[in-house]
């Protein structure tokens, strides 16, 4: 483990993650909603530095990258824990497996070890995903300035949810962003997600903002933000307040974790809400998940 970045001391007794939207506060012995972050005896740390809990040589194609570095390799790994919730998550079991006090697993990479990996692999890029990169912010910040002192770029895979603190932290070495944009509803972020969608929209307006290559993802759950009414929604914000040239990728639903009862995504659903992107302005709007 080691001392966690962008942390208030409130008293002897209570420090104030400002690592996410969350901001936990957070008693001695304790540890945040992410399960990665204790406060001991006056100090915060960050648990999973090092930990690494999976990694792979991806295409870009699958973070879904699609409009920056195409048809290169990318060098993708992640540590457990994550600052939401999402009753669908597709990879809960390292997601959700720092929580509830449970041990912090994973394999120790030296982010140096990360950086030969990438460059044996003639990787262009490395991709920090499959759970949140957020909460796993010290060593991602690591990783990343040797990346860039290596000549390679970074991509921050994410559910958007980081604090302002983290953001403006990270903007200087982050290349491009796909951001997970769950829908515009709040009350559905809050009850299956544990969420806010307002600190999201504002981040994706700084993100482009600031000029760095964004993509945008949307996965389409049966019953949560399927209507097409939502979606148009989503399309407009695209339009308004980020521009036509950020690509939306709409993805299809499967049924997992905690939602096994629930049906697949209708593809027509997908086909007509891309139908109407495409109709609104965005120029690249791409069906994910079927065959």
């Known amino acids: 483990m080691k001392e966690a970045m962008l942390y208030e001391i409130i008293n002897k007794d209570l420090l104030k993650c400002k690592v996410c939207n969350h901001y936990c506060l957070i008693k001695n012995n304790s540890r945040g909603i992410c399960g990665v972050r204790q406060h001991i005896d006056g100090v915060m740390f960050a648990l999973n530095y090092g930990l690494t809990i999976a990694r792979a040589i991806d295409p870009i194609e699958k973070k879904p990258i699609y409009h920056y570095l195409p048809r290169t390799s990318t060098y993708s ?3 457990v824990g994550c600052n939401l919730s999402c009753a669908w998550c597709q990879n809960w079991d390292i997601s959700q497996s720092s929580k509830k006090g449970n041990p912090i697993r994973g394999k120790y990479i030296s982010p140096e070890e990360h950086i030969e990996e990438a460059v044996k692999n003639k990787c262009e890029s490395i991709s920090y995903t499959y759970s949140e990169p957020t909460i796993f912010l010290e060593y991602a910040y690591d990783v990343m300035k040797l990346a860039h002192e290596k000549g390679l770029k970074n991509i921050w895979v994410t559910n958007g949810f ?4 983290t ?3 990270i ?9 997970d944009l769950k829908g515009l ?3 559905n972020l809050i009850r299956y997600c ?8 504002d981040n994706l307006i700084t993100i482009y903002q600031r000029k760095k290559h964004l993509e945008i993802t949307t996965l389409v759950v049966t019953g949560v933000n399927d209507s097409l009414q939502e979606l148009s929604d989503i399309a407009d914000f695209i339009i308004n ?7 939306w990728h709409i993805t299809r639903f499967y049924p997992g974790y905690k939602m096994l009862n629930v049906e697949p995504t209708k593809v027509e659903i997908l086909k007509k809400a891309r139908e109407i992107a495409i109709k609104k302005g965005i120029k690249h709007v791409h069906i994910g998940n079927i065959f």
């Open 185 to 187: 509803n709040n009350h």
């Open 171 to 179: 903007l200087p070495l982050v290349d491009a962003f796909n951001v």
């Open 162 to 165: 980081m604090s302002k603190e």
């Open 77 to 79: 790994f992640a540590t």
């Open 241 to 247: 307040k980020l521009g036509v040239d950020v690509p």
């Open 167 to 169: 953001l403006e932290l």
């Open 194 to 201: 544990g969420g806010k969608i307002n600190p999201v929209l």
